[in-house]
């Protein structure tokens, strides 16, 4: 089956950098688009990244320029480094796929940026 493991979630001060990463396996993984999301606090869940197949990137406005998405198709992982981090950056992240008609979520892993 699919699967999604999340890591690397952690306190940081603001300005602090944490590197996301995601293990999927039940997948061809380096056919697929990977995705990103941050779920803030009593917030609905967003995507913040994503990269296709083909390496192509694209990051929603919130993290543009702070955030950077890339992938390992060797070793079936994707990761999200992420700078200049901002308290508006806490809440969980979400690594998710969509595969086989359906969209797939990791467990998540927490981010908390202090001020």
């Known amino acids: 089956q699919v699967r999604l493991v999340e890591h690397g979630g952690g306190s940081v001060q603001s300005g602090g950098s944490l590197r996301l990463s995601c293990a999927a396996s039940g997948i061809n993984f380096k056919l697929y688009t990977m995705n990103w999301n941050h779920q803030a606090p009593g917030k609905q869940r967003e995507l913040v990244a994503r990269?296709?197949?083909?390496?192509?990137?694209n990051y929603s406005d919130s993290v543009k320029g702070r955030f950077t998405i890339s992938r390992d198709n060797i070793r079936n992982m994707v990761y999200l480094q992420m700078n200049n981090l901002k308290p508006e950056d806490t809440g969980v992240y979400y690594c998710s796929v969509n595969a086989r008609g359906r969209l797939f979520w990791g467990q998540g892993t927490q981010v908390t940026v202090s001020s």
């Open positions: 990269i296709e197949s083909s390496g192509m990137t």
